[in-house]
């Protein structure tokens, strides 16, 4: 009787992709206030990754995920947890120059704010 897969496998000898070992810096992106995690990425596949977080932290739902120095970004789900572990799936590979092109138009835009503003003329009264 075969039940479709072997339970003495280890779950990363029955992914449908080859899983690259490696070691990558990453910073992570999360939660409802943005807060930023960094991490180690210890496995790598085409659909999904194994990190190592450098704090305890408990993740789940959607991240965006940086990897440096590369800066390739992706936006990934949180898949499990063990520990200071994480396994995600890639959701999306996002275009890292227009995320630059949006910041500095945030930036440009802020400046233009401010420089509205201006220094007044009122001599100190």
Do not use: K
């Not at 072997?6 to 029955?14: H, L, V, Y």
């Not at 890292?96 to 092109?101: G, H, I, S």
Request: aromatic share 2%; net charge neutral; charged share 30%.
């Amino acid at each position: 009787m075969s039940t479709g897969s072997n339970p003495s496998q280890p779950d990363a000898d029955r992914r449908s992709t080859q899983r690259d070992r490696c070691v990558l810096r990453c910073r992570i992106t999360h939660g409802p206030w943005n807060e930023v995690l960094d991490a180690i990425i210890r496995d790598l596949h085409e659909d999904g990754a194994r990190l190592r977080l450098s704090a305890p932290v408990v993740m789940a739902g959607r991240m965006r995920l940086e990897i440096q120095p590369s800066g390739a970004v992706h936006m990934a789900d949180v898949a499990w947890q063990r520990g200071d572990e994480i396994g995600v799936r890639l959701i999306a590979t996002l275009d890292e120059t227009v995320e630059r092109q949006i910041e500095a138009l945030r930036r440009a835009g802020a400046q233009t704010r401010q420089s509205r503003r201006g220094p007044t003329n009122d001599d100190g009264y």
